[in-house]
């Protein structure tokens, strides 16, 4: 069955340090897979996305992430987090037709 | 492009009143439109799929005649919360692809929060 799992539910991080968010995924076939954030009381904005080739992309934001077929895994990944980047972030996983699996997001909270 | 509106950003209503959100593609034409509701602190679940001319596919447990959905338009789904209670008080989001790829990503409308007391 396909599903998506964010482990971390909660991550504090100090202003300027750097940031991995864990993704994993189950997907019987190549999986189309994206990362959203949320700030409090919006919809949900893609900061990237990957369907092929280079498995490391870049969003915005400065975010990157790494997709690594052989852990099932795709990354979400800042060097240094700014105030702003608090906020919810979802991984989800996309096939074909309108199936789109969305992980139970991980909360980011950056202290000064 | 692919930008998304939703309206209202926030409602209150009254317990057995109906509520209507508006989901508007802006730039582009969706044939299909998805909506999903948000409880606190949780991940997006799909409440039903809305489809250009066609009735809603709705997922296992939500109510169709509640949560009434019309596609109406490739530009426009509306959600009707009908005969609202407080339990329906959450936040509510569209979203729909950008283009009919496969792999193309959503595209989320910023949600509507339906207080209902």
């Known amino acids: 069955a396909q599903s998506v799992t964010q482990p971390d539910i909660h991550i504090t991080v100090s202003e300027g340090a750097s940031l991995e968010l864990r993704c994993n995924y189950s997907?019987?076939?190549?999986?189309?897979l994206f990362w959203y954030v949320q700030s409090p009381g919006q919809g949900l904005q893609l900061l990237l996305k990957?369907?092929?080739?280079?498995?490391l992309v870049q969003g915005i934001k400065g975010f990157e992430a790494e997709f690594k077929r052989s852990q099932s895994s795709f990354n979400l990944r800042k060097p240094s987090v700014h105030w702003s980047d608090a906020a919810e972030y979802f991984c989800?996983?996309?096939?074909?037709?309108?199936?789109?699996?969305f992980g139970t997001g991980t909360s980011l909270t950056v202290i000064p | 492009g692919a930008v998304v509106s939703q309206h209202p950003s926030r409602v209150i209503c009254k317990s057995g009143t109906s509520v209507k959100i508006e989901c508007r593609s802006l730039?582009?034409?969706?044939?299909?439109m998805f909506w999903y509701r948000q409880f606190p602190k949780q991940s997006l679940m799909l409440m039903a799929t809305?489809?250009?001319?066609?009735?809603?596919?709705?997922e296992q447990g939500v109510e169709k005649d509640k949560f009434l959905i019309n596609h109406a338009s490739l530009t426009l789904s509306t959600l009707t919360v009908t005969s609202a209670h407080p339990e329906d008080s959450s936040f509510y989001i569209c979203?729909?692809?950008?283009?009919?790829?496969?792999?193309?990503?959503?595209?989320f409308g910023n949600g509507t929060r339906l207080t209902v007391t």
């Open positions: 809305s489809n250009e001319g066609s009735k809603a596919t709705y």
């Open positions: 730039d582009f034409q969706a044939t299909t």
């Open positions: 997907y019987g076939a190549t999986p189309y």
């Open positions: 990957y369907f092929s080739g280079d498995t």
């Open positions: 989800a996983v996309g096939g074909t037709g309108n199936q789109f699996y």
């Open positions: 979203s729909a692809r950008g283009d009919i790829s496969y792999n193309s990503p959503l595209h």
